[in-house]
């Protein structure tokens, strides 16, 4: 986690296109429902001005009992909002579909994500190389995560990227993001997994090309290999676990991760 800085509000200081589009959607939604929020709180002060013991000038009219221009701005109002909110959250659940690939000319990064206790564990099967508690990858370069668990119902998670979905054991889930330009983020489990669980976070490193090479170097330098006996050992219940690499990967060992619960999520 060294030289990651942690952003205040990383929601609201996106970094890249699916997290923006999800800020704007969060900001638009607010703005709708202000449009009930500020009238309702202008009129509290307008009436009790109003109507004060001391000297209001409030009309008194106590044989009133209906007025049609009343309810239907009570009830068209809110109902046209809910109907605008509906549309947009439609529209854009669809359209921010994790599963959908992001419109990009760059080919994705594939990447193999598996929740443990209490870490995370990254296959980069196209690479052959693997690292623990550190996501790096090319920005501007569309990241395509398969995610999976290894132990209970984990939540994977990067604010600053967008997006939110659950890794469970024998299931798998979809998730594309990408960095608009190099940074340091945080990533983490949403869900409560036990007591490990406030340590359970990871560095996202957003580089350029000629950084990730060097990563990718350093990776390929490691002399730890993850076969089927060292995944063992590294799956084991462990709290703050250091970031560390391995130069190689046993074939399908995500896929056999997955398979080991009996299940499998449709792609």
């Known amino acids: 986690m060294d030289a990651c800085n942690l952003i205040r509000a990383p929601i609201l200081h996106p970094a890249g296109p699916v997290a923006i589009a999800e800020r704007d959607l969060l900001f638009t939604a607010v703005f709708i429902m202000l449009i009930v929020v500020i009238p309702v709180f202008v009129m509290t002060f307008l009436f009790a001005w109003r109507y004060r013991a001391s000297g209001g000038r409030g009309r008194y009219t106590p044989n009133w009992y209906?007025?049609?221009?009343?309810?239907?701005?009570?009830?068209?109002?809110?109902?046209?909002?809910?109907?605008?909110?509906?549309?947009?959250?439609?529209?854009?659940?669809?359209?921010?579909?994790?599963?959908?690939?992001?419109?990009?000319?760059a080919p994705p990064l594939e990447v193999e994500a598996i929740a443990q206790d209490w870490k995370w564990l990254f296959i980069y099967p196209d690479l052959g190389v693997a690292s623990v508690n550190e996501l790096a990858f090319p920005s501007s370069r569309p990241l395509s995560l398969k995610i999976t668990s290894d132990t209970v119902m984990n939540s994977f998670f990067i604010p600053a990227l967008g997006g939110q979905i659950y890794a469970m054991a024998g299931m798998q889930t979809r998730l594309h993001?990408?960095?608009?330009?190099?940074?340091?983020?945080?990533?983490?489990?949403?869900?409560?997994?036990?007591?490990?669980?406030?340590?359970?976070?990871?560095?996202?490193?957003?580089?350029?090309?000629?950084?990730?090479?060097?990563?990718?170097?350093?990776?390929?330098?490691?002399?730890?290999?993850?076969?089927?006996?060292?995944?063992?050992?590294?799956?084991?219940?462990?709290?703050?676990?250091?970031?560390?690499?391995?130069?190689?990967?046993?074939?399908?060992?995500?896929?056999s991760i997955v398979a080991k619960y009996g299940g499998k999520h449709p792609e």
């Open 66 to 105: 209906y007025s049609g221009k009343v309810d239907a701005v009570i009830w068209l109002v809110p109902a046209l909002i809910v109907m605008v909110l509906g549309y947009l959250l439609w529209t854009e659940t669809h359209r921010l579909d994790p599963y959908r690939p992001l419109a990009t000319d």
């Open 177 to 255: 993001l990408q960095a608009d330009k190099p940074g340091c983020f945080r990533g983490r489990n949403m869900q409560y997994s036990g007591h490990g669980f406030p340590e359970q976070r990871f560095a996202v490193r957003a580089l350029t090309r000629t950084e990730f090479d060097a990563w990718l170097s350093r990776a390929r330098k490691s002399p730890q290999k993850l076969d089927q006996t060292s995944y063992r050992a590294l799956a084991a219940p462990s709290v703050d676990h250091p970031v560390s690499y391995y130069s190689g990967v046993a074939p399908r060992l995500y896929d």
